[in-house]
């Protein structure tokens, strides 16, 4: 064991060297603090629903997630909802059952909800079209049509599945302790180009499946990726999605960034200035009540006198400490 670690860190200094990389932290993670841990994973076998028309829902609500693209894209075989050729499955990874990876498993419990970005209570088929409106770039799913039906039994069977318990390991929202630092995209263009562009390419385009539509490795920026004003476009929240879930192969590789790595690269891939992204439509830019904008939403008008950089890229804690006790 001991030789093949070795191995791995040899070609890890080897593969630093040919792609000219700064400071790539090799760490070997235990099985604990893994986010791929998983061991507490309760396990989704869709051959467990017995048969009928519910049966045929979920499935169904499960395919629309998973290839969004095929059934509700540009070029979809159902309706064209999405303008983006992204799928669901592209952040809530493995059907939105992974921990740490955005899950969906407790949503069905927590729907309808108060949400500060619209101002208003959502139901779970308003939060639905709210993903297909920004990061798809997308329009509104019907809510009595087949294929809204179908998301929500999906997302009623996984809260099933789980005993309908409220909190999960590696549940939403996914977070990060806010850096000391303010983020600097600077250095993040360099661990970027190092550890992400060799899937994601060093223009932020990803890579088409073979067919040529839809995603391999899906875009970061750009027109064709999420939209301004989604929830990864805030950076702490792309942080947190970065350290938690990417290099996807970093289970294999044992490769990981760090926090501030994390940081630091959500805050290049999130700086519009440099890396142009959608912007959807002015109603992106939400938050009907200021007090209730989190603190690293991009956008004024703010109820604080932190500046907008401040916002942007940090340093976060002061605003979160103004906050306390305020809200
Ligand atoms: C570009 C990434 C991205 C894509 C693609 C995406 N989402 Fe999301 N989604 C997010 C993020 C980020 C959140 C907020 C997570 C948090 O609060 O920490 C979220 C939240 C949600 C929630 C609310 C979860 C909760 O419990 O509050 C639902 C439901 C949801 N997404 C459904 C979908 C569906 C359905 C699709 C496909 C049509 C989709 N998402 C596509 C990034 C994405
Ligand atoms: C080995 C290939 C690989 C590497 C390296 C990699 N990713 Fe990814 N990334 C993926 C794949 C594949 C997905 C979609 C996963 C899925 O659909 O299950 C993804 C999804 C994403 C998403 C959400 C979808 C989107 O496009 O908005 C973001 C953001 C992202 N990666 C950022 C990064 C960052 C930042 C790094 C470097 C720290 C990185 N990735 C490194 C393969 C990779």
């Known amino acids: 064991m001991k030789q093949f670690i070795s191995i791995l860190g040899l070609s890890a200094i080897i593969c630093c060297f040919a792609i000219g990389c700064k400071q790539t932290e090799n760490k070997e993670l235990t099985t604990s603090e893994h986010p791929k841990d998983t061991s507490t994973v309760i396990t989704y076998d869709t051959a467990s629903i017995p048969p009928g028309p519910e049966r045929e ?24 909802i999405a303008g983006n050729e992204m799928d669901c499955q592209n952040c809530h990874f493995d059907g939105g059952t992974r921990p740490f990876g955005n899950p969906l498993v407790t949503t069905a419990g927590r729907y309808p909800q108060y949400r500060g970005r619209e101002g208003t209570v959502l139901t779970i088929q308003d939060r639905v079209n709210n993903c297909f409106e920004r990061p798809l770039l997308g329009k509104h799913l019907d809510f009595d049509s087949k294929e809204m039906k179908a998301f929500a039994m ?27 630092r303010k983020a600097d995209w600077k250095q993040g263009k ?138």
């Open 190 to 327: 360099i661990d970027y180009d190092n550890f992400c562009a060799r899937c994601h390419g060093i223009d932020g385009q990803g890579v088409k499946l073979p067919s040529g539509y839809g995603y391999t490795y899906p875009p970061v920026w750009g027109e064709h990726s999420y939209a301004i004003g989604s929830s990864m476009h805030r950076v702490g929240k792309l942080a947190a999605f970065i350290r938690n879930n990417m290099p996807n192969d970093m289970n294999v590789t044992h490769i990981r960034v760090t926090e501030e790595q994390a940081y630091d690269i959500a805050a290049y891939i999130n700086n519009e200035t440099v890396n142009s992204r959608p912007n959807f439509n002015e109603e992106n830019i939400m938050y009907p009540n200021s007090k209730d904008k989190a603190v690293d939403y991009p956008f004024p008008p703010y109820a604080d006198t932190f500046s907008q950089e401040q916002h942007r890229f940090g340093p976060f804690k002061p605003i979160v400490e103004y906050w306390k006790g305020r809200k």
């Open 57 to 80: 829902f979920i499935l169904y609500g499960r395919e629309l997630f998973v290839n969004t693209h095929t059934y509700l894209g540009p070029k979809g075989t159902v309706k064209q």
């Open 154 to 180: 999906y997302f009623k069977w996984i809260w099933d599945k789980n005993n309908n318990v409220l909190k999960i390991k590696g549940d939403l929202p996914n977070t990060l302790p806010w850096m000391d």
